[in-house]
């Protein structure tokens, strides 16, 4: 039966010109401002008076730096400011074309204001719920008006962020999904059409890998500036994980995973204990003042040293001499790595299977070191001096004389562990062992040898020369002067290095690439599309790939080999590869390489 107050889906307001804002916190406020710089008339609405008066003295202030910037000028900036209104009471919601609800991620505090606008508002104004945890389909149930509800989920700061994702339910009218779509178009935003779960596509992507970072943490792994550091220098990410749960709130991640946990069942999902243990402490980030940080002050973003801020070494640890480096290998990374030391000034020897494949690695190194010059990154005479210093060969005996030997062969342990048997006879007494394994067991190569002391992980990413990210594992045989000499060779090739356990994934891997499974997952499951998803994490997360680029550029097959490794180490169901990716790599769609992946690429 039709209830008497269900309007025709084709009376939706096409222009959304009137909206109330329920709850001027920082969201709130942000995405007010960003509809009253848009032409529309803001209706601003919090029950404290307090946070309205402070509403409007932010908007003020933004506006003002607008003006100084020039993004606006001063008429402007007083019609906007014309359009912003302040109430204390729901009432003033009374003619608004949309209602946008931002008030704390509590259901029955957001169930109340629901209620409450189903006999204030007109019959056809839709309502829009801010929530990135909670269900917008029970809200959307238990409304007068189920098919004028969905979700609406910005992301902080609103001015900022492009990405909206538009969450309907099964109960929404498509007129109002369209309604909004339109509008958030008209804001400048790149809207993203999604089904109700919790965390929809960006955080249920994002809170995943935040939540397994606090793990890796709360373990003891990695430190939290490694960690951090880490993926903001191996991933290209604005933040690391542990100060962006600081930045987000605590607590606020603790209630997001909680209701993902209860919808997926995903162990991966189910809050870290340090995560409850700091909310419940008040420890909830940034607004406190401390969480996985200190801060100067409740609110500042500025960080201050605290008893686990990491103090610099002393000579507890007497590094080795390190003049001359091995390289093994005649691939891009092992390429890579021989320039990297050369141009620190290392003598190399750059040794590969044969002269001619060695001899084509060096090639390969002059033309990366022609692009610098051209580019205004190297003279002519640093390049020719840097080249100079490297000598193929066509043995592993040529390695001899080296100071430090680093392997960057092909990623098959039984072929790593036969170089460091060859390595462990021709390599000088007290030369350093380094293998630039980025899935496989350190301690299997170590025991290789007879000197598994000397024996140590030095994870570059590709590219070598350019990216400044080095992991560096150690067994739980490795000497502790091995360990201080790889930090200072790292530190005299300008590489930032992170320490971490001999664990599959290291660092970066074991973040990351749980996080490209469950996109794919995803996309399996026909929850969001390819460029949806891809969209969301670029303009919602701050990535600079989305997950399928990424994983067609980095091969499927590698990423696969990968999962597979991650999943037999720590045997997590959550981590067991996509039945998509195992289908795709069986298929032969690798990705870039072959031309087609998740998707498809023009043949070079």
Same mark, same amino acid.
């Given at each position: 039966?039709v209830?008497?107050?269900?309007?025709?889906?084709?009376?939706?307001?096409?222009?959304?010109?009137?909206?109330? *804002?329920?709850?001027?916190?920082?969201?709130?406020?942000?995405?007010?401002?960003?509809l009253?710089r848009a032409g529309?008339? *803001?209706i601003?609405i919090?029950?404290?008076?307090?946070?309205?008066?402070?509403?409007?003295?932010?908007?003020e202030a933004s506006?003002?730096?607008?003006v100084e910037?020039?993004?606006?000028t001063?008429?402007e900036?007083?019609?906007v400011?014309?359009?912003f !209104?302040?109430?204390?009471?729901?009432?003033a919601?009374?003619?608004?074309d949309?209602?946008?609800?931002?008030?704390p991620e509590?259901?029955e505090?957001?169930?109340?204001?629901f209620?409450?606008?189903d006999?204030?508002v007109r019959?056809?104004?839709i309502?829009?719920?801010?929530?990135?945890?909670?269900?917008?389909?029970r809200l959307?149930?238990?409304?007068?008006?189920?098919?004028?509800?969905?979700g609406?989920h910005?992301f902080?700061?609103a001015?900022?962020?492009?990405?909206?994702e538009?969450?309907?339910?099964?109960?929404?009218a498509?007129?109002?999904?369209t309604?909004?779509?339109?509008?958030a178009?008209?804001?400048?935003?790149e809207?993203?059409a999604?089904?109700d779960?919790?965390?929809?596509?960006?955080d249920?992507?994002?809170?995943?890998?935040?939540n397994?970072?606090?793990?890796m943490?709360?373990?003891?792994?990695?430190?939290?500036?490694?960690?951090?550091?880490a993926?903001?220098?191996?991933?290209?990410l604005?933040?690391?994980?542990?100060?962006?749960l600081d930045?987000?709130?605590?607590?606020?991640?603790?209630?997001?995973?909680?209701?993902?946990?209860?919808?997926?069942?995903?162990?991966l999902?189910?809050?870290?204990?340090?995560?409850k243990?700091?909310?419940e402490?008040g420890l909830t980030?940034?607004?406190?003042? !401390?969480g996985?940080?200190?801060?100067e002050?409740p609110g500042?973003?500025t960080?201050?040293?605290?008893a686990?801020t990491?103090v610099?070494?002393g000579?507890a640890?007497?590094?080795?001499?390190v003049?001359a480096?091995?390289?093994?290998?005649?691939g891009?990374?092992?390429?890579?790595i021989?320039e990297?030391?050369?141009?620190?000034?290392y003598?190399?020897?750059?040794?590969a299977r044969s002269q001619?494949k060695?001899?084509t690695?060096?090639a390969?190194?002059?033309?990366?070191l022609?692009r610098?010059?051209e580019?205004?990154?190297?003279?002519?005479?640093a390049?020719?001096?840097?080249?100079?210093?490297?000598t193929?060969?066509?043995?592993l005996d040529?390695?001899?004389?080296v100071d430090?030997?680093v392997?960057?062969?092909?990623e098959d342990l039984?072929?790593k562990q036969q170089?460091?048997?060859?390595?462990d006879?021709?390599?000088?007494?007290?030369?350093?062992?380094?293998t630039?394994?980025?899935?496989?067991?350190?301690?299997a190569?170590?025991r290789a040898t007879?000197r598994?002391?000397?024996?140590?992980?030095?994870?570059?990413?590709n590219?070598a020369?350019?990216?400044?990210l080095v992991?560096?594992?150690?067994?739980v045989?490795?000497?502790?002067d091995?360990?201080?000499?790889?930090?200072e060779?790292?530190?005299a090739?300008?590489?930032h290095? *992170?320490?971490?356990g001999d664990?599959?994934?290291f660092?970066?891997?074991?973040?990351l690439?749980?996080y490209?499974?469950?996109?794919?997952?995803?996309?399996?499951?026909h929850?969001?599309?390819?460029d949806?998803?891809?969209?969301a994490?670029?303009l919602g997360?701050?990535y600079?790939m989305?997950p399928?680029?990424l994983?067609?550029?980095v091969g499927?097959?590698?990423s696969?080999a990968?999962?597979?490794?991650?999943?037999?180490?720590?045997?997590?169901?959550?981590?067991?590869p996509?039945?998509l990716l195992?289908?795709?790599?069986a298929?032969?769609?690798?990705?870039?390489?072959t031309?087609?992946?998740f998707r498809?690429?023009? !043949?070079?």
């Amino acid at each position: 039966m039709v209830r008497p107050s269900t309007p025709d889906p084709a009376s939706t307001p096409s222009t959304l010109s009137t909206v109330a *804002v329920v709850g001027l916190g920082t969201m709130g406020t942000g995405i007010a401002e960003v509809l009253a710089r848009a032409g529309r008339e *803001v209706i601003g609405i919090d029950i404290s008076e307090a946070a309205a008066m402070q509403a409007a003295t932010a908007l003020e202030a933004s506006t003002a730096r607008a003006v100084e910037r020039e993004r606006l000028t001063e008429q402007e900036r007083q019609d906007v400011l014309a359009r912003f !209104r302040t109430f204390t009471d729901l009432q003033a919601a009374a003619d608004a074309d949309l209602v946008i609800e931002v008030v704390p991620e509590h259901y029955e505090l957001k169930h109340e204001v629901f209620a409450a606008l189903d006999s204030i508002v007109r019959p056809d104004t839709i309502l829009a719920t801010g929530t990135n945890a909670l269900s917008v389909t029970r809200l959307a149930a238990d409304s007068a008006r189920p098919e004028r509800v969905l979700g609406l989920h910005f992301f902080n700061p609103a001015p900022a962020m492009r990405l909206v994702e538009v969450v309907s339910s099964v109960l929404t009218a498509p007129a109002a999904v369209t309604a909004v779509t339109a509008l958030a178009r008209e804001l400048g935003k790149e809207p993203v059409a999604v089904g109700d779960r919790p965390g929809f596509v960006a955080d249920g992507l994002l809170f995943g890998y935040l939540n397994q970072a606090a793990a890796m943490y709360e373990a003891k792994y990695a430190t939290r500036e490694d960690i951090d550091a880490a993926m903001r220098l191996g991933c290209g990410l604005p933040m690391g994980p542990l100060a962006l749960l600081d930045l987000i709130g605590i607590d606020t991640a603790r209630t997001v995973l909680e209701a993902m946990y209860a919808a997926s069942g995903d162990r991966l999902n189910a809050p870290a204990p340090i995560l409850k243990q700091l909310s419940e402490a008040g420890l909830t980030g940034r607004k406190s003042g !401390r969480g996985f940080y200190t801060y100067e002050a409740p609110g500042s973003a500025t960080v201050v040293p605290d008893a686990e801020t990491p103090v610099e070494a002393g000579a507890a640890a007497r590094s080795r001499t390190v003049t001359a480096v091995g390289v093994a290998g005649s691939g891009t990374m092992a390429s890579g790595i021989a320039e990297v030391f050369a141009k620190a000034g290392y003598d190399v020897v750059l040794a590969a299977r044969s002269q001619e494949k060695a001899d084509t690695a060096k090639a390969r190194i002059a033309k990366s070191l022609a692009r610098s010059v051209e580019k205004g990154r190297l003279s002519e005479e640093a390049k020719d001096v840097a080249l100079g210093r490297i000598t193929p060969a066509g043995s592993l005996d040529a390695f001899a004389d080296v100071d430090l030997a680093v392997e960057a062969v092909a990623e098959d342990l039984e072929v790593k562990q036969q170089l460091f048997g060859t390595l462990d006879k021709v390599c000088k007494p007290g030369a350093v062992l380094a293998t630039t394994t980025s899935s496989l067991p350190v301690i299997a190569c170590a025991r290789a040898t007879s000197r598994p002391q000397d024996v140590i992980g030095m994870h570059f990413f590709n590219p070598a020369p350019a990216m400044k990210l080095v992991e560096v594992v150690r067994t739980v045989l490795t000497a502790d002067d091995v360990h201080a000499t790889v930090r200072e060779v790292c530190a005299a090739v300008r590489k930032h290095p *992170v320490d971490c356990g001999d664990r599959a994934g290291f660092i970066v891997n074991a973040l990351l690439f749980p996080y490209l499974n469950n996109a794919v997952k995803m996309v399996q499951e026909h929850y969001a599309s390819l460029d949806d998803i891809d969209a969301a994490m670029k303009l919602g997360g701050g990535y600079p790939m989305g997950p399928f680029e990424l994983l067609d550029v980095v091969g499927l097959d590698v990423s696969l080999a990968i999962e597979q490794v991650l999943h037999r180490e720590f045997r997590d169901p959550g981590l067991a590869p996509a039945p998509l990716l195992e289908h795709l790599v069986a298929a032969g769609c690798l990705g870039r390489k072959t031309g087609r992946g998740f998707r498809e690429y023009a !043949r070079r």
